[in-house]
């Protein structure tokens, strides 16, 4: 079992580029994450004493809490019983404050605000200095931590009717429209969401794979209704385009994708290019012109045009799941996310139809376009073979060429080089993204069955 751990482990470093670039962005942007890396190593060295150990804590419930879901062909009834059950056997005392996985801190791409009186860091990056703006070692708060009794679960006749925790009440619907939207709100009213453009170089896990990659993500900040709607309807109307400004007609890659991402629930957007043969620096570039020009796509939307892409997003809201298995998965991620927001699908279904173009307009302005007041962009660059030296002297030196029409722009923002070997140093100056809101089992909640 301990050799094919390991072989699974290893057998990573055989993934293609564009994941490869994918991953490193999720392990820079979350405070604390294993790399595959440490978890080789961690199972090289386990021993039988070590699971043992872990054997025992598990009989003795400490740090355990345990969500059910009940779907299928098991009545109300039978699902309560097994929950009594296993509640019986694990006795789970619950989680410690902070430790819940929704907690998972991700990282604001923004600097730290840092005191005037102290002097600018200097960070040398492989002989090349380096200006950090704002790298200070100094730890957000952490978010208030919550008392988590014993384990709390939930039995079911069906999956629509499946449940809360701890008797916690699924939240309200927000109201429609981007202005109600915290994550819009508390970055416009507080500033706190400054623009930063970060671009990683990492080493190659496989050196003889030649293709390059760039994995190029913008940070939006908690995912809530408002949000999400937009973002979504976003990526409906421009994944096309993107693909075939980059990979049909600029021939930059062969695979071009773009879409949405939600890293322990902080929205983002994400533009993937694989290429045999275009550096990234080139990528890069590209990627950040097509976005600033894509305002002018926004802007020529007929009337017709909005409403059919709307339309098209609300049909995939409103789809019900094709089978028994994807049901269970739909009401499973409000539980394992800790929102209780069974009607999630429902609720972007009434949001999309209050959207309007001026929204959407605001929406880009504000974070999509790399000219907004708040665009938060990082820029994961793979090298194919053995180029790392090459990528660290065209990263250092020139990020963006002169010639790139975002060059001035790019000279204003907080842009940081982050390589592997200043990886943490890069975390330590960085702040932490607000967590969403989350309902959590309170103290010696013991066994809930939903009403």
Request: glycine share 6%; with cysteine; net charge negative.
């Amino acid at each position: 079992m301990q050799g094919r751990l390991e072989q699974g482990l290893t057998n990573w470093t055989n993934n293609n580029p564009a994941q490869h670039a994918e991953y490193a962005a999720e392990h820079l942007l979350q405070q604390h994450h294993h790399h595959n890396s440490d978890l080789l190593a961690a199972a090289a060295a386990v021993a039988p004493a070590d699971i043992l150990c872990l054997q025992q804590q598990l009989s003795s419930g400490c740090n355990m809490h345990i969500d059910m879901l009940g779907y299928g062909n098991v009545s109300r009834q039978e699902m309560c019983q097994l929950v009594d059950q296993v509640q019986q056997l694990l006795q789970p005392e619950g989680l410690p404050g902070g430790s819940w996985p929704p907690l998972g801190k991700v990282l604001s791409l923004s600097p730290m605000d840092m005191d005037s009186s102290e002097p600018e860091v200097q960070q040398a990056v492989l002989g090349v200095p380096m200006t950090e703006a704002a790298a200070r070692a100094a730890d957000a708060a952490e978010a208030e931590e919550c008392a988590v009794g014993a384990s709390s679960t939930v039995g079911a006749d069906t999956v629509d009717c499946s449940v809360a925790s701890a008797g916690a009440a699924p939240p309200a619907a927000p109201a429609a429209g981007i202005e109600n939207s915290s994550a819009f709100t508390a970055a416009a009213a507080t500033g706190s969401f400054n623009p930063a453009s970060v671009i990683c170089v990492l080493s190659n896990p496989n050196p003889a794979n030649n293709n390059n990659a760039v994995y190029y993500s913008v940070q939006l900040g908690p995912d809530t209704v408002n949000v999400s709607v937009l973002l979504d309807l976003f990526v409906q109307m421009s994944s096309k385009a993107a693909f075939y400004e980059l990979r049909t007609r600029q021939r930059l890659g062969y695979a071009v994708t773009l879409s949405s991402t939600s890293l322990h629930r902080q929205l983002g957007l994400v533009l993937k290019v694989q290429s045999p043969n275009t550096a990234p620096v080139v990528v890069s570039t590209a990627i950040r012109v097509w976005l600033t020009e894509y305002r002018h796509n926004i802007e020529s939307l007929t009337t017709e045009q909005l409403q059919q892409h709307k339309q098209a997003l609300k049909g995939k809201y409103l789809e019900p799941a094709k089978s028994l298995a994807e049901a269970a998965r739909r009401t499973w991620v409000p539980i394992l996310s800790r929102t209780l927001e069974f009607n999630r699908r429902q609720q972007k279904a009434s949001a999309i139809e209050a959207l309007s173009l001026q929204q959407l307009l605001s929406f880009y302005d504000t974070f999509l376009s790399p000219e907004a007041p708040q665009h938060q962009a990082l820029c994961t660059q793979l090298w194919g073979s053995d180029q790392t030296a090459q990528a660290v002297a065209n990263a250092a030196a020139a990020p963006e060429t002169q010639a790139s029409p975002l060059h001035g722009l790019l000279e204003q923002q907080a842009q940081v080089v982050v390589l592997p070997e200043t990886l943490q140093s890069f975390k330590q100056s960085r702040g932490l993204m607000p967590i969403p809101q989350l309902h959590l089992p309170p103290a010696a909640a013991g066994t809930n069955h939903a009403p």
